[in-house]
């Protein structure tokens, strides 16, 4: 394919990423393809350090932060761009040098946002997240499936992992419920893949419990009521330093937090939260806000007693509770960003 002219100025480079074969479109200052072409991992990774520093673009993707530091230690900028806002940009029939042409035009507008090159350090908390996450599906996989099996015999169980707890030993020892021989081999099966994950999920606790002692920021976003060790570490894993965000509402909306507007002829439309970014957090956080609705004090608390004058407005538990985690989004961030910063929990004011 095309190599890169001697006499062209490429301004920026969008690089389409795949599992061994890399599509790289550089443009000149008027936006004007200069050249094409297609790369294994290793000459791309030649081809970025022979070539001047310039503007080097991707998405979002697996790899995508690797490249970026390879591409940093060659002197380059690296922005990386959003697939949803990618997409505008990709024309016609959809190929791997048409998406990094449209990578590359994407970086030209000047109100483009990008995602932060994440350290390896983040990439590893992440990867524990989400292992996390996955035990913690395939533990309910578990539970409903047995609930499920034990129906067509009659035998109930309550929702909820405490109650499998509770009841599933005395289920399988009792020999007069009508449980068949391979129903009831099946269903110890089932007990012991629960609490093989019930073990490795505590080893993976005490994993993460032990970075977010060991990091400052995590250690200070544990000041923030309804935020926890794991929740700190997840913020600092998936929203870093928060320096990407011009303020606490940036990351709110990030989180997706906010109403999802619908907005034409001058008529505002508020509907429900937009559920935006990354919903494990969102998620993480909620359940934070809805242990403090319950349970933080009314009167000493400073967040209680705004808790306790949304309750006096009649306003709903549930729009209280995402109202209260997109106000601990906002205090993170402010943790995040100024250094040695805590929340203070202080008495009002008699």
């Known amino acids: 394919m095309n190599q890169q002219p001697a006499n062209s100025a490429v301004v920026r480079m969008g690089i389409d990423i795949g599992k061994s074969t890399f599509h790289v479109v550089g443009l000149d200052f008027a936006g004007k393809p200069v050249f094409r072409s297609r790369f294994t991992r290793e000459r791309l990774i030649e081809f970025l350090a022979r070539t001047s520093p310039t503007v080097v673009g991707m998405e979002a993707c697996p790899g995508s932060n690797w490249l970026a530091r390879k591409a940093t230690l060659s002197g380059h900028d690296v ?41 390896e350090a983040q990439l590893d908390l992440q990867a524990l997240h989400r292992v996390r996450q996955r035990l913690v599906s395939n533990k309910t996989s578990v539970i409903n499936q047995a609930r499920a099996f034990l129906l067509e015999y009659g035998l109930t169980i309550s929702v909820g992992a405490a109650y499998f707890i509770r009841d599933i ?78 303020s606490g509402r940036h990351l709110a909306a990030w989180l997706g937090l906010v109403p999802k507007e619908f907005s034409t002829g001058g008529k505002q439309r508020l509907l429900g939260i937009s559920k935006r970014g990354n919903p494990y957090l969102r998620k993480l956080l909620v359940h934070g806000a ?61």
Not at 218 to 234: F, K, M, W
Not at 314 to 321: A, L, T
Request: proline share 5%; with cysteine.
């Open 169 to 246: 030993p005395s289920i399988l020892s009792d020999d007069q419920n009508g449980l068949t021989p391979s129903m009831r081999n099946l269903l110890q099966e089932l007990w012991q893949e629960y609490r093989s994950i019930e073990a490795r999920l505590l080893q993976l606790r005490h994993q993460i419990e032990s970075i977010a002692s060991a990091d400052d920021a995590a250690t200070r976003l544990t000041s923030v009521p309804g935020i926890g060790q794991l929740t700190a570490t997840a913020i600092t894993a998936f929203a870093g330093t928060g320096t990407q965000f011009k």
């Open 290 to 350: 809805r242990s403090c609705v319950l349970h933080l004090d009314r009167i000493k608390d400073h967040l209680g007693v705004w808790i306790g004058r949304m309750e006096a407005k009649g306003m709903h538990r549930n729009k209280v509770i995402v109202a209260l985690a997109n106000k601990f989004a906002r205090i993170a961030w402010a943790v995040l960003t100024r250094e040695g910063a805590f929340y203070l929990r202080q008495p009002q004011q008699q």
């Open 79 to 119: 922005r990386i761009v959003p697939a949803q806002f990618v997409k505008p940009f990709v024309k016609s029939n959809k190929t791997d040098l048409v998406d990094a042409e449209a990578i590359a035009e994407a970086m030209s507008r000047p109100t483009m946002r990008y995602a932060p090159p994440k350290t």
